[in-house]
DNA sequence: TGTTAGCACTCATTGATGTGGAGTGCTAAC
DNA sequence: GTTAGCACTCCACATCAATGAGTGCTAACA
């Protein structure tokens, strides 16, 4: 933006005809080339004078004397910014993503990110929807063996966690009964900042002998509302994908990058980010681009991340990301990431 | 076994020491190193004499004219069935794996293959037990919405599963009660194979006009009892060890490789192998070896994959991995195989 | 007959050298 | 302001020789 104004139309045309270039060719673009490539009719001379103030502005690099230019961070920085806009129109035919409705919201991610994967040629990633503030709607305990009740806590959004008790002395039927009536009416409706000590002494006076029940029910449903970084589980596809692309699939680097998509803890810098500058709503559109150094994230400097938020409303969210080389297509990236978060809206408001 | 006649005691302690150079070194062993790694006191010519015949015999194989030997895929095979075995009881300490006690069994899997991809340096996957034939335990229909039942269902080992229904009208708490009650009396029990089309559809009739919330609810159950091959989760970790092993990490083979792990669809196949000759009792140490061309996935004919099935009695098994190049550690990898396999044992039969 | 020393030979690896070509920067002319 | 021309730079690639690890073979030895 800021930077854009120094830039006569010209040199725009050129930096994003060598960025375009670039992004198909993945070498070095000479002067020559863009020449024939614009139809500005200009030699190659001429072009050589305006890449080398271009350069000399930062947008654009020689990896070493005399060869071609390719654009630097700044450069793609300017070409997302800006220059891409102008092409938008251009290419928005919506592709139907086929994602067929199914029951577990896992499945849909996973085949999500799948789907992304094969259709960009780049490395993905999503989260499920986390629950801010996730209010308790229903507890449920039941009998399912001698000494083992089974509790079923559902969680606002319908986000069903279970977990098996054991109990150290066996428990009849109509105490178990009392117990759901207890945990119910005390608990429903709230969220985990208001279960508090008090109210948990409580409860557990009221259990008499079980209070240690109430205890790892209260345990249960703190698990189930509280969606904590640890929690959190990111889904990933193709990455391998990374290898289609030279520059970044030589040995060290590959194998970096593929530890951090199996860790997965790197990826969830990402998504702490993302939801942050998400809720300070630049732009609007929920998408963010890190270009190289832009990343939160050290191993992966040599690529380009974008990332989108899907927002369900009622305060869930969720992340997807795709992850590729700094010359990715980012067109098509951003496109695909837009119709994607429709779709995602549309399935997850019908479930 | 029937190979190993052929050799004599001299040849076989060369083998042995021509393997293990190779396992430690990766490069091709020549005589004089063999010479001086031995205790036989035999100059570099003798121990030619001796390579040249175990060549011909096709246990060892020369890369390239006047190189160093390495060993073939049968003399791999040989080391596991007999060399190795003599020196077994050396190295035996059984390494505590600290794994906490943790209630969800996908936490102690995800644990356990990544300590067992840390320990050994080598990729690793892992199956949950899989419930051959497993009976019903429990069914419980709750209403957790204006339209929406959520029906939990749990199976013999405490395996449960839950699935949200949408309903097309209302349902009252007291037809909830009664469908509970008509589920649990009816499918109590019974094992997928015995619920049959009829028993559904009289099922369906007691119900009257609620009798497609018993469709659902006996898909819920059917989802829950089976666990074919589709549903199975299979873990992984350390895919990236391979790049440590120079003959693996070439670009396009570890492509290939982690594609696989990533797939996991081709590791199934390892699962599938690894029970069936597991049911046929063979040697009784659940521990299966694919060298090279053994293993039935092609993508992995320049691995070597070591599996183990744990047996948790009542029908549940699971499945242990560990993937790695042919010159793989096989002591230390079979050796943390079986402790592990106890160690699972014991964590899965307290839980 | 089994073992060993010696020697010629093979072949991957490594480093040096040279050439071709793509691309630049500069200058001079239009 | 634009362009043609030219000298220059530097990577990429191929070629070549030197190196050295390792073999196979033969002849001598115990």
Redesign the interface.
């Known amino acids: 933006m800021q930077l854009g104004n120094e830039l006569d139309e010209r040199k725009r045309i050129i930096l994003k005809a060598i960025i375009q270039t670039y992004l198909e060719t993945g070498e070095p673009v000479g002067s020559r080339t863009i020449s024939k490539y614009t139809d500005l009719n200009l030699s190659s001379a001429t072009i050589r004078n305006e890449m080398s103030d271009l350069e000399e502005l930062g947008y654009i690099i020689q990896p070493y004397t005399s060869a071609g230019r390719i654009p630097s961070d700044a450069g793609y920085r300017l070409y997302v910014d800006e220059l891409m806009k102008e092409k938008e129109k251009e290419v928005s035919e919506i592709k139907e993503l086929m994602i067929e409705k199914t029951?577990k919201m896992e499945k849909v991610l996973k085949q999500v990110v799948k789907i992304l994967a094969s259709n960009t040629n780049y490395a993905t990633m999503i989260t499920g929807p986390t629950y801010h503030r996730n209010k308790l709607?229903?507890i449920?305990l039941?009998k399912?063996?001698e000494m083992?009740l089974?509790a079923?806590v559902?969680a606002e959004g319908?986000l069903?966690k279970?977990?098996?008790i054991n109990l150290q002395e066996p428990m009849d039927e109509e105490t178990v009964l009392k117990l759901n009536l207890l945990l119910n009416t005390q608990l429903n409706g709230l969220s985990i900042e208001e279960i508090n000590l008090k109210m948990i002494s409580r409860m557990k006076e009221q259990a008499g002998i079980h209070s240690d029940v109430v205890g790892s029910v209260v345990d249960a449903v703190a698990k189930a509302i509280a969606t904590d970084d640890e929690e959190m589980e990111i889904y990933?596809?193709?990455?391998?994908n990374i290898?289609k692309y030279p520059e970044l699939?030589?040995?060290s680097k590959?194998?970096e990058l593929?530890?951090a998509f199996?860790e997965k803890q790197e990826l969830a810098e990402f998504v702490k980010d993302t939801m942050e500058s998400s809720e300070n709503g630049e732009k609007g559109t929920g998408i963010q681009v890190y270009i190289g150094n832009e990343s939160p994230v050290k191993t992966m400097q040599d690529c380009s991340v974008v990332t989108a938020t899907y927002d369900l409303g009622g305060g869930m969210q969720g992340t997807i990301g795709i992850i590729g080389p700094k010359r990715m297509d980012y067109e098509n990236v951003v496109d695909n990431l837009k119709t994607l978060k429709n779709q995602l809206d549309h399935i997850f408001k019908k479930t």
């Open positions: 029951d709607k229903f449920q039941s399912v063996g083992q089974l079923v559902v319908n069903v279970n977990q098996i990933t596809s193709g990455a391998t290898f699939a030589d040995t590959a194998s593929i530890s199996e």
